[in-house]
């Protein structure tokens, strides 16, 4: 029995660092996503090329999903030679 409450307590623990994480990496996603916004012409600027399908995506899935848009917002944004904003 002391062993599932101490269990319980540690598990409880990693909870908070956890929800911490994602919250940095769903704030640096979202700085990403702004970053996409302003330095990349897109079809609603003069002369802009259309948002690539996966780069909408991935900033739609920003807040659910950092992990898997942060990648997709970083290799645009290193394929416009842009340096990315820092991370945490």
Do not use: H, W
């Not at 996409?36 to 900033?59: L, Q």
């Not at 950092?66 to 991370?87: D, F, G, N, T, Y």
């Amino acid at each position: 029995m002391k062993a599932i409450v101490i269990g319980a307590f540690l598990a409880g623990l990693g909870l908070p660092v956890a929800a911490s994480a994602q919250s940095a990496d769903a704030k640096y996603c979202t700085a990403l996503s702004e970053m996409y916004d302003a330095y990349i012409e897109t079809a609603g600027d003069k002369g802009g090329r259309a948002t690539p399908t996966e780069v909408v995506i991935a900033m739609d899935k920003c807040k659910l999903n950092p992990a898997a848009s942060i990648p997709v917002l970083e290799k645009q944004l290193r394929a416009a030679k842009l340096s990315l904003p820092p991370r945490g």
